[in-house]
């Protein structure tokens, strides 16, 4: 049973979309008392969205923790006054955004025109990118703005071609704990997403990949709506069958693989 309520207004979704992150931020440890966080600002409605709602007033986190929004700049093809519009937007809610030039991310992930495994060198690049400027910054955690819908697809992307059981975490620690990348939109569906940035009047001033729309993460995302259409409820199933593994299940314990 669908659960989108349409006709909400934006007030009302902002705050189910707060009370989501809440919840998120309560269950996985998200934010302690004097965190200097990255907020991953990639101009799409997602991460957008997410800065809204982390930088709400009324949020307990709001007075304990401190946000640095900042944007990688990949170098892909995007309208001309985009960054300074991103700019201002984010300046209209009280940040400074910073944007770091990182063209060279779309000469390496395009390489001769032919790309093998673009998503996945774009994507490493922009984390090795994100770390390096936490640390350089002070910052010990990296928020990226990965909904719930983008769990289930890497989910579905590890297990088809990656030979494996895996998505990703919502409180993921890397170097031994000393950064972390967060994901507190990570119990908001993407229609609640969509529906709020609608309302909002979000722009969406990503930049424009020549892959997208020719992906695994594309062709994934339509095979699971279609599934959604035929079988309703069937994401939200999926979802939280990743809180209930049954290890005994799988055959983790066999290190070799039939070929």
Known sequence: ????????????????????????????????????VIIAISGGIDSLAMFDILTDKSAWWSRLVEFAPIHIDTGFPREDNSLEILGDYIEKNGYELRIVDKRE????????????????????????????????????????????????????????????????????????????????????????LKGYAKLRVIPDLSAKCPVAGNTKREYIKELLNRLERENSGLKRNMFRALFHPKTEYLLGEYTKTPK
């Open 1 to 36: 049973m669908r659960r989108d309520f349409p006709h909400l207004s934006m007030s009302k979704r902002r705050k189910v979309l707060l009370r989501l992150v809440k919840k998120a931020v309560k269950m996985f440890n998200l934010f302690e008392k004097n965190d200097r």
């Open 105 to 192: 991310i779309a000469r390496t992930a395009l390489g001769d025109g032919k790309p093998q495994n673009p998503c996945f060198i774009c994507s490493r690049m922009r984390r090795k990118a994100l770390l390096e400027i936490a640390e350089e910054v002070g910052a010990n955690k990296i928020a990226m703005a990965h909904h719930r819908e983008d769990v289930l697809e890497t989910l579905l992307i590890n297990l088809f071609w990656g030979r494996e059981i895996a998505a990703f975490m919502p409180n993921q620690p890397l170097f031994g704990g000393k950064y972390h990348i967060i994901r507190p939109m990570f119990l908001v569906k993407e229609s609640q």
